[in-house]
């Protein structure tokens, strides 16, 4: 059964960097075809796909969050973080890590998110 956890601090400064991780356990980082991702959805919205980093080491980004976001991983620790720099307000959200099967947005496992508040 995989597992994935999400970590990172609660509350972050305006134009600071957001940094996350999401643990797997049951699972390896480097299982074909899947691509570990980034969610998010922020209070009263929908959910926002920030972006994923494949089996292979490959990553993808939303095209609004781009400029911002940076994924890696860490296969050594079954890890992969987010960093989402030049945070404001409007970055205060719930943050998943969740396992997509070959980048089709087939969701099986999600982690139970963590909530950070972009706030002085």
């Known amino acids: 059964q995989v597992q994935l956890q999400e970590s990172g601090p609660g509350l972050v400064k305006p134009s600071q960097t957001l940094s996350l991780t999401c643990t797997i356990s049951g699972g390896s980082i480097t299982s074909n075809p899947y691509y570990w991702t980034w969610i998010r959805q922020p209070p009263g919205k929908g959910l926002e796909w920030i972006g994923a980093i494949t089996y292979s080491g490959y990553t993808y980004y939303s095209p609004s969050l781009k400029s911002r976001t940076s994924i890696s991983r860490d296969t050594s620790k079954t890890q992969f973080t987010l960093q989402l720099t030049s945070v404001s307000p409007e970055d205060t959200a719930v943050y998943f890590c969740?396992?997509?099967?070959?980048?089709?947005?087939?969701?099986?496992?999600w982690g139970q998110g963590t909530q950070v508040t972009v706030s002085s």
């Open positions: 969740a396992r997509d099967w070959a980048g089709r947005g087939q969701f099986g496992y």
